[in-house]
């Protein structure tokens, strides 16, 4: 998750590094895997739908979008 201020360079950051894995893995470096990233604006969901919450009326935890896309 990155965080910052608007202008700040997160977008570029997270492009080199992914773009900088991927030629590790391509040039079959071990311990290197193609990266994947998926762009989310957490202000599109709820905190419950994004992070996960407890269902009141079955007592079980319900994964938010943040832990689906991990797995």
Known sequence: M???PTGGGKTQNYKVLAHALCIMAKNEE????KVNYHVLNPKSI??????G???SGSGEWVDGVAALMVN
């Open 2 to 4: 990155l965080v910052g």
């Open 30 to 33: 071990p311990d290197f895997e």
């Open 46 to 51: 709820t905190m419950g739908q994004l992070y």
């Open 53 to 55: 919450y407890l269902d």
